[in-house]
């Protein structure tokens, strides 16, 4: 069986909804995996906002608006009576947990059952949608399967355990539907896989049955080999391996959320990135084999800050580097790119939060610099093991470029730079001249 997940503009409309079901409706058995409505979990983050700041008028306000939206919504997507009024009822009652909330305390089980509200709609909508025109469709609870951990960490084997049970439960057919992004978590709360993690569901999904494959359908056709948005002439990638496509997917290529590579990976299922606005174009294939060495793609993220911690006590001793990342870990904030010296070490994060309180810390061990808006490009390919190497070829296309770190060995698959974000497109411009159109 295979998975596939549509986006929310994959099903932003009515329209955009039935082509998902002339698209999936092939006669071969599936699941398929849903997210909000395109524009829906950010209008659902904005009412929490209101909630949290306890700005009631403004939250009811944006929710009567969204409510109106999506009564529009189920007018035009149905055809029969009986569908538009099973479809009223839907979103009534998600609405009805929404205005829940704008009496009495609001914390983050709150929010996070707002949240949930965009796919449990989408996905009940076009459960209607596809039985009404004939498809035998079942709604797969998405709650009743899908958990994070402690930490938060996706639990594949709850999920493995849990989902063959509910499909034999909610009884056979051809088509399953279910809710991208949101899940249970350890307290038996609702929760979700944070922004975009609908792809991160369809691989879990897809780890946890075996499928033959999982698709991640956008509206793009695939990855790019440079970011189209700041580059003229990119092109995609037919082929990735799982290791390059998940250094990929984490610098930048917006395309798809950076922990969907690692269940297809533990169960070596192949991954296609496909495009709704151009379903016969083959995508892209992420699979366990690279087809071929070299560099395959440059991708940049931004929103990166840069800390360096200068000191003498650094110089040979020993320790020095474990006392520096307790400081990040106490404070939550991942780090990125490290590169070190003697006598200073350079960090990057991208989560900002706490910063001055990481850096009031720092402080007591070094002199201590900040860069912010900073983006991080990053080569990626099977790169390391040609003879000669690859770095050398980089340095060249990456000449005058004030280049802050440099990242290189970590992994085979990724050179990473730092630069100041205004030479961002020169640096992608130039690595783009010289490694991938030569
Ligand atoms: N609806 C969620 C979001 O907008 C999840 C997703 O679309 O992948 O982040
Ligand atoms: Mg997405």
Same mark, same amino acid.
């Given at each position: 069986?295979? #998975?596939?997940?549509?986006?929310?503009?994959?099903?932003g409309?009515?329209?955009?909804?039935?082509?998902?079901?002339?698209?999936?409706?092939?006669?071969?058995?599936?699941? *398929?995996?849903?997210?909000?409505?395109?524009?829906? /979990?950010?209008?659902?983050?904005?009412?929490?906002?209101?909630?949290?700041?306890?700005?009631?008028?403004?939250?009811?306000?944006?929710?009567?608006?969204?409510?109106?939206? !999506?009564?529009?919504?189920?007018?035009?997507?149905?055809?029969?009576e009986?569908?538009?009024?099973?479809?009223?009822?839907?979103?009534?009652?998600?609405?009805?947990?929404?205005?829940?909330f704008?009496?009495?305390?609001?914390?983050?089980?709150?929010?996070?059952?707002?949240?949930?509200?965009?796919?449990?709609?989408?996905?009940?909508? #076009?459960?209607?949608?596809?039985?009404?025109?004939? !498809?035998?469709?079942?709604?797969?609870?998405?709650?009743?399967?899908?958990?994070?951990?402690?930490?938060?960490?996706?639990?594949?084997?709850?999920?493995?355990?849990?989902?063959?049970?509910?499909?034999?439960?909610?009884?056979?057919?051809? !088509?399953?539907?279910?809710?991208?992004f949101?899940?249970?978590?350890?307290?038996g709360?609702?929760?979700?896989?944070?922004?975009?993690?609908?792809?991160?569901?369809?691989?879990?999904?897809?780890?946890?049955?075996?499928?033959?494959?999982?698709?991640?359908?956008?509206?793009?056709?695939?990855?790019?080999?440079?970011?189209?948005?700041?580059?003229e002439?990119?092109?995609?990638?037919?082929?990735?391996?799982?290791?390059?496509?998940?250094?990929?997917?984490?610098?930048?290529?917006?395309?798809?959320?950076?922990?969907?590579?690692?269940?297809?990976?533990v169960?070596?299922?192949?991954?296609?990135?496909?495009?709704?606005?151009?379903?016969?174009?083959?995508?892209?294939?992420?699979?366990?084999?690279?087809?071929?060495?070299?560099?395959?793609a440059?991708?940049?993220?931004?929103? *990166? /800050?840069?800390?360096?911690?200068?000191?003498?006590?650094?110089?040979?001793?020993?320790?020095?580097?474990?006392?520096?990342?307790?400081?990040?870990?106490?404070?939550?904030?991942?780090?990125?790119?490290?590169?070190?010296?003697?006598?200073?070490?350079?960090?990057t994060?991208?989560?900002?939060?706490?910063?001055?309180?990481?850096?009031?810390?720092?402080?007591?061990?070094?002199?201590?610099?900040?860069?912010?808006?900073?983006?991080?490009?990053?080569?990626?390919?099977?790169i390391?093991?040609?003879?000669n190497?690859?770095?050398?070829?980089?340095?060249?296309?990456?000449?005058?470029?004030?280049?802050?770190?440099?990242? !290189?060995?970590?992994?085979?698959?990724?050179i990473?730079?730092?630069?100041?974000?205004?030479?961002?497109?020169? /640096?992608?411009?130039?690595?783009?001249?010289?490694?991938?159109?030569?």
């Amino acid at each position: 069986m295979k #998975v596939l997940k549509f986006g929310g503009t994959s099903v932003g409309s009515p329209e955009n909804m039935r082509a998902v079901m002339e698209q999936v409706t092939d006669g071969e058995q599936k699941i *398929i995996v849903l997210s909000a409505m395109s524009g829906t /979990t950010n209008s659902l983050v904005e009412i929490s906002n209101y909630l949290h700041k306890k700005n009631k008028d403004t939250a009811r306000i944006f929710i009567g608006k969204l409510e109106d939206k !999506y009564k529009q919504v189920v007018v035009d997507l149905f055809t029969s009576e009986e569908n538009k009024k099973a479809g009223l009822k839907v979103v009534a009652k998600s609405f009805k947990t929404i205005k829940s909330f704008t009496s009495g305390k609001f914390g983050l089980v709150g929010e996070n059952t707002i949240l949930a509200q965009g796919e449990i709609i989408s996905t009940n909508l #076009v459960t209607f949608l596809m039985n009404e025109n004939g !498809y035998n469709t079942k709604l797969l609870p998405a709650l009743d399967f899908m958990k994070i951990d402690e930490d938060k960490a996706a639990d594949l084997p709850f999920i493995r355990d849990n989902i063959k049970p509910v499909l034999e439960k909610v009884g056979d057919a051809d !088509y399953y539907i279910t809710q991208g992004f949101i899940c249970k978590d350890a307290d038996g709360d609702i929760n979700n896989l944070q922004r975009g993690g609908s792809d991160y569901t369809a691989s879990l999904i897809g780890a946890a049955i075996e499928a033959d494959e999982i698709q991640i359908w956008t509206d793009i056709d695939g990855f790019h080999n440079n970011d189209p948005r700041f580059v003229e002439g990119t092109k995609k990638i037919e082929q990735l391996s799982f290791n390059e496509a998940a250094e990929l997917a984490y610098f930048g290529a917006k395309i798809l959320h950076p922990q969907t590579v690692l269940p297809a990976r533990v169960g070596n299922i192949p991954v296609r990135l496909k495009n709704t606005m151009n379903p016969s174009d083959s995508g892209t294939l992420i699979t366990a084999e690279s087809d071929g060495m070299g560099i395959k793609a440059v991708a940049a993220k931004d929103g *990166i /800050t840069a800390v360096k911690i200068r000191s003498a006590r650094m110089l040979m001793a020993y320790g020095f580097l474990k006392n520096i990342f307790e400081i990040f870990e106490k404070f939550k904030t991942p780090i990125d790119m490290i590169s070190t010296s003697e006598v200073a070490v350079s960090i990057t994060i991208d989560n900002t939060q706490n910063l001055a309180a990481i850096k009031e810390e720092l402080d007591k061990f070094g002199t201590v610099e900040i860069d912010d808006d900073m983006s991080i490009v990053c080569i990626v390919g099977d790169i390391i093991e040609e003879e000669n190497g690859f770095a050398p070829k980089v340095f060249k296309a990456l000449d005058g470029i004030p280049i802050r770190m440099i990242s !290189y060995g970590g992994s085979k698959y990724n050179i990473s730079v730092l630069v100041p974000t205004i030479n961002k497109k020169e /640096t992608l411009q130039s690595l783009s001249d010289n490694l991938l159109n030569s």
